[in-house]
């Protein structure tokens, strides 16, 4: 059997891989909605997409190491009166990247860009990625790669279903591209993640506006650059009937997939942020 395929059964066997556990108690995870938590690389920040209740505008929180523990989580110095939503560091840790519905943009919920100093940690102001990722749609959740791409959802650059996953080049003009049938379906496809070996793509799939089996899958990139067959990720990781999502990595711990649930046997919110330690693929 090709390496490739041993790993991807290897990363759908989650069951052998432990529980999931609550991500920062009390810090991340609280009684509201923690969505998508962003890492920097240097280790000393967690950002992550809350929803407080009742539903008023969707923040991006912010805690820091303070001597042993972590900081008050407080609003990111971009956060708006709008909806900001799924941060994701790039690389260098030196830009941060959202979604945001803010006046000025392309319509609905953009994509956007924010830099950031990693000595200082402070963020100057956010830009539009603009039509060559922006449509008249949403875009959601982009997550940058090590090879200078960005993957994000949409609804607005046509593909085989709702929101589709795509992928394209953070400089030059080429056109973003769909990843294909092994990764979007007829349904949303959405909220995706390499993991560290950048072959391997955890995103969530299903019906998000039914909020019903929403659920994670995984796929790989081949030798031809097509990602696929897509494969659910097995028990525990997909604890909730109603909707996981946000998949996400820490560079500084390879070994560990981050995700969001609806499992209130295993958290204090309405959706936590969970970790759980994975196969090494």
């Not at 556990?21 to 997409?49: H, M, Q």
């Not at 990111?76 to 803010?102: Q, W």
């Not at 820490?250 to 936590?272: N, Q």
Request: hydrophobic share 35%; net charge negative; glycine share 14%.
């Amino acid at each position: 059997m090709p390496t490739s395929a041993l790993a991807l059964i290897a990363l759908a066997g989650f069951l052998a891989a432990g529980s999931p556990a609550p991500l920062l108690p009390g810090i991340v995870d609280s009684p509201d909605t923690e969505v998508r938590p962003a890492f920097s690389p240097d280790g000393r920040c967690v950002l992550w997409g809350s929803i407080g209740a009742p539903k008023t505008a969707w923040r991006i929180l912010q805690t820091c190491r303070d001597g042993a523990g972590w900081s008050r989580p407080e609003a990111v110095s971009f956060d708006g009166p709008d909806n900001d939503f799924d941060p994701a560091f790039s690389p260098d840790g030196r830009t941060v990247y959202f979604f945001s519905n803010r006046p000025g943009g392309q319509g609905g919920d953009d994509l956007y860009a924010v830099d950031r100093d990693p000595a200082t940690g402070a963020f100057g102001a956010p830009r539009n990625l603009g039509p060559r990722f922006n449509t008249s749609g949403d875009e959601w959740a982009p997550s940058p790669t090590a090879d200078g791409k960005l993957i994000f959802s949409s609804d607005g650059h046509g593909g085989l279903g709702r929101q589709d996953l795509f992928e394209g080049e953070l400089t030059g003009e080429a056109p973003v591209r769909g990843l294909g049938p092994g990764v979007n379906g007829p349904l949303d496809d959405f909220d995706a993640t390499l993991l560290a070996d950048g072959r391997t793509l955890v995103f969530a799939s299903g019906d998000l506006k039914a909020e019903t089996r929403v659920t994670l899958h995984a796929a790989r990139r081949g030798a031809d650059g097509r990602f696929g067959p897509r494969t659910p990720l097995a028990a525990p990781v997909n604890c909730s009937e109603a909707i996981n999502n946000g998949p996400a990595v820490d560079p500084r711990r390879p070994g560990v997939l981050f995700y969001s649930a609806y499992c209130p046997a295993l958290g204090p919110g309405r959706m936590d942020i969970f970790e759980v330690s994975i196969p090494t693929p």
